[in-house]
């Protein structure tokens, strides 16, 4: 299990085991790779956040309850309340970890300093371009993905692997070729082979709603004489299917990895295609953010060779009293926050009296003035928030704590140092507020946009680095897509804010025929040949 309890705070990341959890109250997940998401099943019952995709990827194949996950853009700056009172807050950024589908690197900034998650990551030198890491923050802990740390292991980039793999394959041009894969990740090495040979792409059903998803070029199919490049999973790739593969038609098997695997065939080739960082690539990361001090994310790793490139170290700074009284707390008791949204949002069941109108004509107005008078008695919440016909989170918390929202914020939500937007998350931390219609899919508007899948259909309203690697296969039993369908944002929102409700609108994923379409291919490879 690759997670951690981040020291001094409320934080965990990857890490699920409530029994162990003890004072954690806030839950990350980066990725989907089963050995980041060991202990989390369909009975979890905390808020968890993490990218669109991962939250749309946790909710079809592990059924984790949707009304339990929170998905943050990423690239965007979010606050989290630290406590239940609002006094302590932190900031969220997450940024892109180059590993996978859905993960993400945590960027957290608050009373602890600045705290850099990398989770499973491949640099690139573009990462230190990102505005969260350009304002010469200085990273006090850096949770680095120690998967390939050692010095003996020299491995090329993914494109010169790339490169070994489609020479590999010109040397065989005759034969059908299985590529051994995870149940996430390299999905655009996929996409590169079938239009650098053009071929169609052999996928299981559940692998194709994943590349769709992503807004992959259409060169898959799941007919199984359709191309010569099947991708299987990568325990099928041995001596026994070698032997019956090649009773039918010549066959190779490629496994990209990095992982040291003994080829029992003559015909498995393991190519180093690997998806996380290289030690070379891990010496320039860490001299480029000069980090107090390093931790590694993998148990069992090696993990040095850094210390030039460390900052003097600092103390620790003093939990706040607030933040020590709801790490202290009991996770399972009810927060005063949470009560209070549960209430605002409970719908009022109405009963059905069989009156003749003409005799409760008369007594309708009195009964509801007198209905209304004792409520306002009996009611602990101020008159004015049960008269709210609808509650946005952010002004309620304004009304009950006028103090944490002073004039100079102007009634907007703040902006971080690097002058992007903040989305405010007001759910306190044990427990759920969900800011959405619980069947609504994860894909925000922004992010169906990034990755190609266009305007919906309906109104707005790991794998080959470490020991423990193995993806659990059970765990990817998929299902329908769960019924989605518009919903009504907050009223009064101001103009400029609209766009940042439209990221928790979520839009249901159009999902393509399982077939395949001889023009769009032609079409998809004619355009990647002329980029070459």
Not at 57 to 75: A, C, N, T, Y
Not at 274 to 282: A, G, V
Not at 293 to 309: A, E, K, L, T, Y
Not at 505 to 526: H, I, K, M
Request: some cysteine.
């Amino acid at each position: 299990m690759n997670g951690v309890l981040i020291p001094h705070t409320p934080i965990a990341v990857d890490f699920w085991s409530l029994r162990r959890a003890g004072t954690a109250r806030l839950f990350f997940l980066s990725h989907m790779h089963s050995d980041h998401t060991v202990g989390l099943s369909s009975t979890w019952a905390r808020p968890l956040y993490c990218s669109p995709i991962t939250a749309h990827l946790l909710h079809r194949h592990l059924q984790v309850s949707k009304q339990w996950i929170q998905p943050l853009e990423i690239g965007e700056s979010h606050v989290l309340p630290l406590d239940e009172i609002g006094r302590e807050t932190m900031t969220v950024t997450l940024l892109d970890a180059n590993h996978c589908p859905g993960s993400v690197m945590f960027l957290f900034e608050g009373y602890f300093g600045t705290i850099l998650y990398t989770g499973d990551f491949r640099y690139t030198p573009s990462m230190l371009k990102e505005p969260a890491l350009t304002l010469g923050k200085q990273i006090h802990t850096l949770y680095l993905d120690n998967t390939n740390c050692n010095p003996a292991l020299v491995l090329p980039s993914r494109q010169e692997a790339a490169h070994q793999i489609v020479q590999l394959i010109r040397k065989h041009p005759q034969h059908n070729i299985k590529i051994g894969l995870y149940n996430l990740g390299k999905e655009s090495l996929l996409e590169q082979l079938a239009l650098e040979f053009q071929t169609w792409v052999v996928l299981s059903p559940r692998r194709l709603e994943l590349v769709q998803l992503l807004g992959l070029a259409d060169v898959f199919t799941v007919e199984e004489k359709a191309g010569r490049i099947h991708a299987v999973g990568h325990m099928e790739i041995c001596h026994s299917n070698m032997l019956r593969w090649n009773q039918t038609h010549p066959t190779i098997a490629i496994l990209p990895t990095s992982r040291k695997i003994h080829s029992s065939h003559p015909d498995i080739h393991v190519i180093p295609y690997s998806d996380h960082s290289s030690y070379s690539e891990l010496c320039a990361f860490v001299a480029a953010l000069k980090p107090c001090q390093v931790v590694p994310i993998v148990s069992r790793q090696p993990c040095g060779g850094f210390q030039d490139s460390l900052s003097p170290r600092i103390s620790m700074p003093l939990i706040p009293d607030s933040v020590q009284q709801y790490m202290s707390s009991s996770s399972r008791k009810p927060s005063f926050l949470w009560l209070l949204e549960r209430r605002l949002k409970r719908p009022r069941t109405q009963g059905v009296v069989f009156e003749s109108p003409e005799e409760s004509a008369d007594q309708s107005q009195a009964d509801r003035d007198s209905k209304k008078t004792q409520k306002e008695k009996l009611s602990p919440w101020p008159a004015y928030l049960e008269k709210q016909p609808s509650h946005h989170p952010l002004r309620t918390k304004k009304q009950l704590f006028p103090d944490l929202y002073s004039k100079e914020w102007n009634e907007a939500v703040p902006f971080c140092e690097s002058q992007k937007r903040v989305t405010m998350l007001t759910a306190p931390l044990g427990f759920s507020v969900p800011l959405r219609s619980t069947d609504e899919e994860f894909i925000s508007l922004k992010t169906r946009e990034e990755i190609g899948l266009g305007s919906p259909l309906v109104p707005l309203g790991d794998d080959d680095g470490g020991p423990e690697a193995t993806e659990n296969q059970s765990a990817w039993m998929g299902h329908g897509s769960p019924p989605s369908h518009s919903s009504k944002g907050t009223p009064h929102l101001a103009s400029e804010f609209r766009g940042l409700a439209l990221k928790y609108l979520l839009t249901p994923v159009n999902l393509f025929q399982a077939g395949y379409s001889s023009r769009s291919f032609d079409q998809q490879v004619e355009k990647y040949h002329k980029l070459c």
